[in-house]
């Protein structure tokens, strides 16, 4: 069964710093992975997203992720963060075994942002 | 255009009692998912649909959950004699397809309070 592991479940940054949030997943099958991120009271809005080709893949507000293979991981990054950035992320994979596109997500990592 | 939009976006019920949790998704996506948000389980699927059939209902923790589809369009979650446990957010999600790489849109959620 294909699974998830986010490292930290809190992570703090100043204005302005590096984002790092770590993703690690295993899968015994081609994975497809996916970061999500979760605003208070509202659902899941896609950041990026990795299916096939290019390694480094951006996505939205500045994010972006590399998939590493040797490493089995999916790390999630940003130059610069910024207040609006704080919130819930989730790392996902497709669940495997199936024709369809079932997620099972890591247990999400709450980014705190300081001025 | 529109989102996945889900209602009531809050419902308390005493112990016992059966609830329905509605999802509309975004018009023409085939595939709909509904996900279970919980403190202590994290995001876990529950069903899939494809059309208004189901061919995956693995993450249903027991007999007292199903859901329908009706029209291609709208689901509706039914818990029976709801427990405790049941208390949770529940999560909604679309996708065009509901192929391995489609990605899921998400609405905002019920936030289920079992008392």
């Known amino acids: 069964a294909q699974s998830v592991t986010q490292l930290g479940s809190h992570v703090s940054v100043s204005e302005g710093a590096l984002v790092l949030l770590r993703c690690n997943y295993s899968?015994?099958?081609?994975?497809?992975l996916f970061w999500y991120v979760q605003y208070p009271n509202q659902g899941l809005q896609l950041l990026l997203k990795?299916?096939?080709?290019?390694?480094l893949v951006k996505g939205i507000n500045g994010f972006e992720a590399e998939f590493k293979k040797s490493e089995t991981s999916f790390h999630l990054t940003k130059p610069s963060a910024h207040m609006s950035d704080a919130a819930e992320y989730f790392c996902a994979v497709y669940a495997g075994g199936t024709s369809y596109g079932k997620l099972t997500f890591g247990q999400g990592t709450i980014l705190t942002v300081h001025p | 255009g529109a989102g996945v939009s889900q209602s009531p976006s809050n419902k308390v019920t005493e112990k016992g009692k059966d609830v329905e949790l509605r999802c509309d998704p975004i018009?023409?996506?085939?595939?709909l998912y509904w996900y279970r948000q919980s403190l202590g389980q994290g995001l876990e699927f529950l069903i899939y649909f494809q059309g208004n059939s189901a061919p995956d209902k693995s993450g249903l923790p027991s007999d007292r959950f199903s859901a329908e589809r009706t029209g291609g369009s709208v689901s509706t979650l039914t818990i029976q004699r709801t427990q405790q446990e049941d208390s949770a957010v529940y999560l909604c999600?679309?996708?065009?397809?509901?192929?391995?790489?489609?990605?899921?849109?998400f609405g905002p959620g019920t936030r289920l309070t079992v008392l």
């Open positions: 899968s015994s099958v081609p994975p497809y």
């Open positions: 018009s023409g996506h085939t595939a």
């Open positions: 990795y299916t096939t080709g290019a390694t």
């Open positions: 999600a679309s996708s065009s397809q509901g192929t391995r790489t489609d990605t899921q849109y």
